[in-house]
């Protein structure tokens, strides 16, 4: 079985063997030695910065592969309103933020949000709502908390949620491929192919997973699900995500896998914003639509500005930001 320390340092294994032989070949030619020159298209933060809500950055520090933290954004230094947030729409919470802050000038530069899955999120809030990021340690309690609709109201039953649990956009499931599609793959029934290499969010925290399971068992039975997520993950040829389904484009343009089912919206983003990705869509009946809801977590310290959110969420404006990237407004029924 791949474990979860082979998985993070593959693609630096990967590395090594380039430079390796770059810096080989360079010392056997008696050509001067030069360090590698990263692609930052390919590295989160693919915003740039854009994604932060800070008004006093200070110094810039961030290198890709070596000092990153893509997914907390904002500061910490006393903020208005904390929101915790499955990464499924990290891409989204740029605009979004910035769309709120216009109705809400008060709360401008005083927004911190983390943008991580949804399991690990409830893992902080259990831990003193605690982070720890390489050598930074920092703790922020959240004042909203927003998931896949079931998973906000599971946590309104332990207590850490206040009801009601706010459905506001749905999504769908697509299979996310490098472009020019290298793998062939037509459907979901070749993911079971031998030989054909994957990237698939893990079943231990990110709730993607057991939606991915439901598709592959409406479109190959049990069988298929087996293959993908046991028998290919036991002989390597599936790579499980140890962050969050983020790293499947990663995966994917690295040249480590040929395809990895992700939300389709998270598709869309890519190809939006020019990366070398493309998709192919599942046919409903094989389909998993996922439905993603807010709640106020209890004894937060900002209640009106949570509420103010989660109002704002399935407005015509948010809603207008989420249909940019492939989501559709939430209907009861």
Known sequence: MVSCTLQRLMPLFLGAVVLGATFGAAAATGKPLTPPKYNEIIYPPWSQGENNPALNKGLKFTIPEVDAMPDFHGS???PKLVIYVGGNYYFAMGPLVKAFEAQHPGLRGKIFYVTIPP?????????GNTFTSGNMTFTVPPDVFAAGLKKVQEQIATGKLMAPAVPYVTNDLTIMIPKGNPGNIAGLRDL?????????????????????????????????????????????????????????????????????????????????????ISHVDIPARYNTTAVYAAAVVKGAAHPAAARAWIEFLHSPTALKIFAHYGFKPYHAG
């Open 119 to 127: 399991g690990l999120l409830i893992k902080a809030m259990e831990m």
């Open 192 to 276: 079971g192919k031998p030989g054909v290499r994957l990237v698939m969010p893990n079943p231990a925290w990110e709730g993607v997973a057991r939606q991915i399971e439901n598709s592959l068992i409406k479109a190959g039975g049990p069988a298929l699900k087996t293959m993908v997520y046991d028998t290919k993950v036991q002989d390597g040829s599936t790579i499980l995500t140890h962050i969050h389904h983020r790293q499947t484009p990663l995966f994917l343009m690295q040249g480590l896998a040929v395809a990895g089912i992700t939300w389709k919206s998270e598709a869309i983003f890519q190809e939006q914003a020019g990366h070398a």
């Open 76 to 78: 910490v230094n006393d």
